[in-house]
């Protein structure tokens, strides 16, 4: 059978080819861009070692997965977090093609419990910058053009907790001043693939140098000067101080890079996540409730808030300082 004939208010007939693409394409669609990028480069790096080694990536033996996440860790150096997302791909390439997965027979999940057991799998995850570092980010930051988004950036990018990809697909539009401070819509976000969206409130700051409604007024009338009222909210800058195109979420962790280093901090321990963990963690550690961080940070799980609220509070309470050393 060539043809499949849907029947609706007229029949339209598609080839099943055309249909077994479009599936295809759904399917990738309820992935995270990110997500699809890695799903993708893991697959075109296992397709390139089963070429080198001779052997069928599609579908691939569990020999040949096994061989392939030793290369990986012995080989490559990768991390064990690192492998596992390649096992992912793997098994979400073979799903796609309705092949059996080789990823979970007993010899892979041996082999990589074995590679856990002997490297860990502690992730080494960025540092958060907190409301300490921030102050200190914000002292550097100077009074210019890309000052000023800078200045907006870092502060909505803290107290929204926004991951950096959210931060900079927010358009003008999104941004609505309220006398509380501001409304500000996430129309996608990474556990929002769907597009339904979620507001969230920046209130005043409590100092006019870290206020981040100040800081969003202040760049907004800086492109105002160039007739944008619409479109991108967050834009490079060229070394001209022409204002351009939508910032990339890269630069968002450029952005933090560059003033951790001002501030005399290790830069290289700093990314763009460093905003939205940071923030977790500052209210963590002045006991703002789960419920009230989960609402601004936009986490569908208390695990990882709990580990923020955890680590900004290591030192309250602590059993150590009460035992006289």
Not at 157 to 168: C, I, P, Q, T
Not at 297 to 319: P, W
Request: glycine fraction near 6%.
């Amino acid at each position: 059978m060539s043809e499949l004939t849907i029947a609706n208010e007229r029949s339209l007939s598609l080839d099943v080819t055309e249909i077994h693409q479009k599936a295809r394409e759904y399917a990738e669609a309820s992935k995270a861009s990110n997500t699809r990028k890695a799903y993708s480069n893991d697959w075109t790096s296992f397709a390139t070692f089963c070429e080198s080694a001779g052997v069928s990536p599609m579908p691939a033996s569990s020999d040949t997965v096994v061989a392939y996440i030793i290369y990986l860790a012995d080989v490559k150096g990768r991390k064990v977090s690192t492998i596992q997302r390649h096992l992912s791909s793997i098994s979400v390439a073979h799903q796609t093609a309705n092949c059996p997965t080789p990823t979970q027979t007993a010899q892979v999940r041996m082999v990589l419990s074995g590679m856990k057991n002997k490297y860990g799998i502690a992730q080494q995850a960025k540092k958060a910058a907190v409301i300490d570092d921030i102050r200190l980010m914000v002292k550097q930051i100077p009074d210019n053009r890309l000052g000023i988004r800078d200045r907006a950036l870092l502060l909505i990018g803290f107290a929204g907790a926004f991951r950096r990809s959210e931060l900079v697909a927010l358009d003008m539009g999104d941004i609505e001043l309220t006398e509380d401070g501001l409304t500000i819509t996430i129309r996608r976000s990474k556990t929002d693939q769907e597009g339904k969206g979620r507001k969230l409130g920046v209130p005043y700051g409590s100092h006019r140098e870290t206020c981040p409604v100040r800081a969003w007024l202040a760049w907004k009338e800086t492109i105002r000067e160039y007739d944008i009222t619409e479109g991108a909210a967050f834009r490079s800058i060229d070394r001209h101080g022409n204002i351009k195109e939508r910032l990339s979420d890269k630069a968002v962790a450029l952005v933090v890079k560059r003033y951790a280093e001002a501030a005399e901090l290790n830069a290289s321990q700093y990314a763009g996540h460093s905003l939205r963990s940071g923030f977790a963690t500052t209210a963590g550690k002045k006991h703002v409730s789960e419920r009230a961080i989960m609402k601004q940070t936009g986490h569908k799980s208390t695990v990882m808030v709990r580990r923020y609220i955890q680590d900004g509070t290591l030192f309250e309470d602590n059993a150590a300082a009460e035992v006289g050393l």
